[in-house]
C-alpha cells in the first residue's frame, strides 16, 4: 500500500469514527457542550445537556418546541391567570395580529442560544414588541400618548403573561393603603394555625425509635430525630427508611421519592425551581444507546458551582436536594428558610439581610417575642405559603419550593407576599428600586411608580365621559 493510500485510508477512518462519535452524541448524549450554537438563557442553562427535554423530536420544528414549552411552563402560566393566553391568539377575530407577532408560540419571543438579543426575562424581540397589536393605544389611553413602546414592560408597568397585580381594578381598590398596613402577617399563617391545631397525634419519644440497632446505639441521630418535626408527628423511623414494598429492607439514604409520598406539593415544586429543576423527569445527560456504548443517565442535581449567581466557594459543590437545606434528622424549617440560604448565596441582597428590618421581625418571632408569622426570612418571599387547588377543586395550602414561580418579574410578590404588610403604592416602588433591594428594603423606595395615579385618572375620565 503506498503511502498516499494509507494516509487517505487513515483520513478516512478518522472522519467516519468522529461522525460516528458525533451522530452518537446528539443521539444518545453525553458531552454535549460543542453542540450548543450559543450561550443558553439563565433560566434554562442548568438543563442545557439535556437537549432531549426541549428538542424532543428531530421532526415537528416550532410544534415540538411549543409542546416542550408547555410542558414545562403551561401549570404556571394557568395558574397565573395569563394575560396572553394561546386562546387569545387562535380567536379568528385576532388572525390580523399574528401576522406582525405570531404569540401562538412561545419562541416567537423567547429563543433560545441568542445571547446577543436576550434581554430580561428571556425576551428576545426588540423591547417595543408590544406596538404590533396596540399601536392605537393612545386613542383608548390619552395618558399613553407620549410614552415610548419599549416602555411598556417597566417596573410597575404591565407584565406580559402575569399582570394581577397591575390591573386598573386592583390598582384603585389599594391606592389609598399606607406603606405599612396595620396587620402584619404572613398571608395563610391564621389557615395553616386553624388546620395544624385540631390535628392531635401523639408525639414519639427517643424510646419509641424503631431501627437497626447500629442506629439505635447512636445517640445524635435518635436525639435529632426525637426533637424533629417527624417524632413529634407520629413518623418513626421506619416511615422514612423502610418502603411500603419491601418493609424488611432499611434503605440508609431515602431520597426524594421518599419525601415526596409525604411531601407531594414541595417536591412537585422543588424540581420546577432553580435548585431542582435537574432533577425533573425526562432530565436525562443520556440514553441507553447501541453494544452498551451509552448508558441511560440523569442529570446529576445542581450544585452551587454550576449558578450565574454569586455563591460562597466552599460549598461549591454541595448537591442540592432535599436533605441539602432540611438536614437528615432535624429538619428545622427555620433553619431551611434562612440558614440554609445565606449558606450558599453570598450576593448584596442576601448579605444585607442580616441588617434589614425584615430579618429583625424574623429574629423576634424565632424568640417569641412576636406571633407565628410575623418574621420575615429568605424564604417568606421567595418560597412563600400558596394556596392551590385541585382538578377538583380540593384546596391545598404548602410552601411553594418553585423560586421561579413568585420571582421574575418581581411584581408577582406583590400579592403573594408583600401585600401581606405593605400598602401597594409603597410595594410598586420598592419592587422598582434596584438600590432598595440591593440592600435587602432597608429604608424607603428613591423611586415613585405612576400605574396607580394613571389608573384612578382613567377611572375618573371614563366616569365624566359617561355621564
Excluded at 408560540?105 to 397589536?133: K, N, S
Excluded at 445517640?219 to 435529632?224: E, R, T
Excluded at 408577582?412 to 404588610?421: D, L, N
Aim: aromatic share 6%; charged share 20%; hydrophobic share 35%.
Amino acid at each position: 500500500m503506498s503511502r498516499t493510500l494509507m494516509l487517505w485510508t487513515l483520513w478516512l477512518t478518522l472522519s467516519v469514527a468522529a461522525a460516528l462519535f458525533v451522530l452518537g452524541v446528539i443521539v444518545y448524549g453525553g458531552p454535549r457542550s460543542f453542540l450548543l450554537i450559543g450561550k443558553t438563557t439563565s433560566g434554562h442553562h442548568q438543563i442545557e445537556l439535556a437537549c432531549d427535554s426541549c428538542h424532543t423530536s428531530v421532526f415537528g420544528g416550532k410544534d415540538v418546541l411549543q409542546d416542550a414549552c408547555v410542558n414545562c411552563h403551561g401549570a404556571a402560566l394557568k395558574a397565573e391567570n395569563d394575560a396572553h393566553p394561546l386562546s387569545k391568539f387562535t380567536d379568528p377575530r385576532n388572525a390580523d395580529r399574528i401576522v406582525g407577532l405570531d404569540a401562538r408560540y412561545c419562541a416567537t419571543c423567547h429563543q433560545e442560544h441568542r445571547p446577543g438579543i436576550t434581554a430580561t426575562m428571556g425576551v428576545t424581540l426588540p423591547g417595543d414588541f408590544c406596538f404590533h397589536c396596540h399601536q392605537d393605544i393612545a386613542s383608548d389611553r390619552p395618558s399613553h400618548k407620549d410614552l415610548a413602546f419599549s416602555t411598556c414592560g417597566n417596573a410597575g408597568c404591565h407584565n406580559f403573561h402575569d399582570n394581577r397585580a397591575l390591573y386598573a381594578d386592583f390598582l384603585i381598590s389599594h391606592s389609598s393603603e399606607p406603606a405599612q398596613l396595620a396587620q402584619q402577617k404572613l398571608a395563610l399563617i391564621d389557615f395553616i394555625n386553624k388546620v395544624a391545631d385540631p390535628i392531635k397525634i401523639k408525639p414519639l419519644a427517643a424510646a419509641d425509635a424503631k431501627a437497626p440497632a447500629e442506629y439505635l446505639g447512636n445517640p445524635k441521630i435518635i436525639a435529632d430525630w426525637a426533637a424533629d418535626a417527624h417524632a413529634k408527628g407520629g413518623v418513626n423511623c421506619t416511615g422514612c427508611h423502610t418502603s411500603k414494598t419491601e418493609p424488611e429492607v432499611w434503605i440508609a439514604a431515602p431520597g426524594m421519592d421518599t419525601c415526596k409520598s409525604c411531601h407531594a406539593n414541595q417536591a412537585t415544586t422543588f424540581v420546577e425551581g432553580k435548585h431542582g429543576m435537574r432533577l425533573r423527569d425526562g432530565m436525562a445527560s443520556t440514553k441507553d444507546g447501541p453494544f452498551d456504548l451509552w448508558k441511560a443517565e440523569k442529570l446529576s442535581p445542581m450544585t452551587p458551582a454550576k449558578a450565574r449567581l454569586p455563591m460562597k466557594p466552599e460549598v461549591a459543590h454541595q448537591e442540592l436536594t432535599c436533605n441539602t437545606c432540611h438536614s437528615s434528622h432535624g429538619y428545622d424549617t427555620k433553619a431551611a428558610q434562612v440558614t440554609a440560604c445565606a449558606g450558599c448565596h453570598n450576593d448584596t441582597h442576601t448579605q444585607a439581610y442580616f441588617a434589614s428590618p425584615h430579618y429583625d421581625l424574623f429574629k423576634k418571632e424565632l424568640a417569641g417575642e412576636a406571633p407565628r408569622g410575623t418574621g420575615v426570612s429568605c424564604a417568606t418571599c421567595h418560597m412563600p405559603v400558596v394556596e392551590r387547588r385541585d382538578e377538583y377543586g380540593t384546596k391545598s395550602v404548602f410552601v411553594t419550593h418553585n423560586q421561579n414561580d413568585n420571582l421574575r418579574p418581581n411584581e408577582k410578590m406583590t400579592r403573594s407576599v408583600c401585600a401581606s404588610c405593605h400598602g401597594l403604592q409603597f410595594t410598586l416602588d420598592a419592587l422598582a428600586d434596584r438600590k432598595l433591594i440591593d440592600i435587602n428594603f432597608k429604608g424607603s423606595p428613591g423611586v415613585h411608580i405612576e400605574s396607580i395615579e394613571w389608573a384612578k385618572k382613567r377611572a375618573e375620565e371614563r366616569s365624566k365621559a359617561r355621564r
